[in-house]
């Protein structure tokens, strides 16, 4: 081929040397296993010994294939269909279906599919799913290449695709294209998140992360991704409290990480995002400093020297006098290992890490006590240049793993 020279001068040649007529009904597809058209915008990336096929036009080819897929005979449907997910790759192929008005086709087509096979869904149920699976497909890479809006889709259109993430989950390829396409509603569309969101929760995703197949996983890890990245401030917090009700990092270890298999990159991709969204709730904490003046507050740091010096003891029981109570106090803070001896709420008022380092000490005295008590003990008895003091420690592990786990840094992760 002349790179110079005309696509549709090359195309006429080619049609004259065979006696075709009609040479502008006829296109140039690269012969492997991709069929891409030959345009004059990607005629530069033919390669030398490529092998190209002429073939009936895009525009003559999605003119078929959508009168096809309307045919009466469901064995023609199924192949025309089978056609359309495989050409639907093609942009300059989807260009000219969507031109057709071939997206509302398949939505229509989706929406009333299983309603009007109803009958034929007993007698002929692998002809149906599979023929699902085409039209799903198909409409998953048209809708790939970003020409049509998510926005125009019914709520019967979004209804339809959320009951099969439930109806078809022994269906493979109908539940991968059904959560493939959940996922794109509800990143692309604000409108869509929130009809997803009422349509499909989490517990009907959860089941699918118990499976054996890790691209199920993988894609239903991306919804719940999708749904959280776009959730509400307000509403996000909720949804994390739902997904440990749920033991979503149980299942995750038990079915995905331990699995018997190698975690693929899409999956180690979801995973991150996964992480990045969590950890990211905690940036609230991690930027709100520590009101001296806040009783409740002040009553965390009371607790911890409650649990590490008076364990047995009640922890409103107080005698002696003010005074004497203020200097054991100061003590115990100083054992503790706070900078300021005298008022330790000081220490949390710098962020990061802010109260996020008091809430991880807390959490530490209260689930691991004998070892926090441990710990504060033994270094109270230590030399200074040997010292390792817990309430210092705390503070500075806390604003190292917010630095290393990049919590706060969502926007930059967005985009």
């Known amino acids: 081929i002349y790179q110079k020279k005309p696509l549709s001068s090359i195309i006429k040649e080619v049609c004259d040397g065979w006696s075709l007529a009609n040479h502008d009904q006829f296109a140039l597809q690269h012969a492997d296993s991709s069929n891409f058209y030959i345009t004059e915008k990607n ?52 260009q000219e279906f969507i031109n057709l008005d071939g997206i509302s086709l398949l939505t229509q087509m989706v ?7 109803q009958k034929l869904q007993k007698i002929m149920k692998p002809c149906f799913g599979d023929m699902l699976s085409f039209t799903l497909t198909a409409f998953v890479e048209l809708m790939d290449h970003g020409i049509v809006s998510w926005d125009t889709f019914s709520v019967a259109f979004i209804k339809k695709i959320a009951s099969y993430v439930n109806k078809f989950a022994s269906d493979i390829s109908i539940l991968q294209r059904s959560l493939a396409i959940l996922e794109s509603m509800v990143l692309n569309s604000h409108d869509l998140y929130q009809k997803v969101a009422q349509e499909i929760t989490i517990g009907q995703l959860i089941p699918h992360l118990q499976g054996t197949d890790q ?63 969590t950890f990211n709730l905690l ?102 240049k040997h010292e390792c003091p817990f309430g210092r420690s705390s503070i500075e592990l806390t604003k190292m793993l917010c630095e290393i786990l990049k919590v706060g840094e969502l926007r930059k992760f967005i985009c």
């Open 111 to 117: 929406e009333s599919g299983t309603e009007r096979y």
């Open 43 to 94: 005629r530069n990336e033919i390669k030398n010994g490529a092998i190209l096929r002429l073939t009936t036009s895009p525009a003559q080819n999605a003119q078929q294939l959508h009168e096809r897929i309307q045919s009466s005979s469901m064995d023609a449907k199924l192949e025309a269909l089978k056609d359309l997910a495989n050409y639907s790759r093609d942009v300059t192929f989807a």
């Open 283 to 384: 940036e609230d904490r991690m930027m709100t400093k520590m009101d001296p003046q806040d009783q409740a507050q002040r009553d965390i740091i009371f607790e911890l020297r409650r649990i590490a010096f008076d364990a047995e003891s009640e922890p409103n029981n107080s005698s002696g006098s003010m005074e004497k109570r203020k200097s054991m106090y100061t003590r115990d803070y100083k054992k503790l290992g706070f900078i300021n001896h005298v008022n330790p709420a000081m220490d949390f008022t710098q962020t990061p890490p802010g109260m996020l380092a008091l809430d991880n000490m807390l959490y530490f005295a209260k689930h691991h006590q004998d070892a926090y008590i441990r710990i504060v003990l033994e270094n109270s008895s230590r030399e200074d």
């Open 215 to 277: 691209e199920i996983q993988t894609y239903t890890i991306a919804v719940i991704n999708a749904l959280f990245l776009k959730a509400p401030d307000d509403k996000r917090q909720e949804m994390a409290n739902i997904l440990a009700q749920k033991q979503l990092r149980s299942i995750i270890l038990t079915h995905v990480i331990r699995a018997q298999r190698a975690i693929n990159n899409e999956m180690a991709h979801q995973l991150y995002v996964l992480q990045v969204l």
